[in-house]
């Protein structure tokens, strides 16, 4: 998955996620909405299922017990997530931002994008559809929205 999935995940996240008052739509109507907006079918695809990972079921009990341990990156995620990376998603769970565990999906799905290099800008928008999709995170994600936001407009000026 290169950054034109991340773009059409953010997008979907932008468009039809965060959206409170409307029910989400359906995966064809997804498919629908995103080939009109002019997405590639495959991107389609390897973006819905990207989404279909945030519910973490493949991290089961290994995420659990690995929540309380000291996190030790394997050769592959030094590869791609590199210092600054690896101390910021620290630092968001130093600020309980995250959990132990939030942590471990947030690095499951950077993974699973595929990209070449992962920056801080990519991981603050992970760590935001990590917490939309768990239930109960309302405060975190209130202040993960604000630090990604907050950030952005202090850029256009």
């Known amino acids: 998955m290169k950054d034109n999935v ?4 953010i997008y ?3 468009n039809y996620m965060s959206a409170d008052d409307e029910p989400r739509p359906d995966r064809q109507v997804l498919k629908l909405e995103l080939d009109k907006a002019g997405f590639a079918e495959p991107d389609i695809e390897r973006a819905l299922e990207w989404l279909d990972g945030l519910s973490g079921e493949q991290l089961g009990k290994v995420a659990e017990a690995t929540a309380r341990a000291v996190r ?3 050769g592959q995620e030094l590869l791609r997530l590199d210092t600054d990376v690896r101390g910021y998603l620290m630092y968001l769970e130093n600020v309980r931002i995250l959990s ?27 760590v935001l559809m990590v917490l939309f999709s768990q239930p109960g995170q309302e405060s975190a994600y ?4 604000d630090l990604v936001f907050e950030e952005r407009s202090d850029a256009l000026h």
């Open 72 to 74: 030790v990156f394997s």
């Open 100 to 126: 132990g565990t939030q942590r471990e999906l947030v690095i499951d799905r950077l993974m699973a994008l595929e990209a070449d290099e992962i920056d801080i800008e990519q991981v603050k928008w992970v």
């Open 12 to 14: 979907l996240f932008e």
């Open 6 to 9: 991340l773009d059409l995940l």
């Open 142 to 145: 209130a202040q993960m929205e």
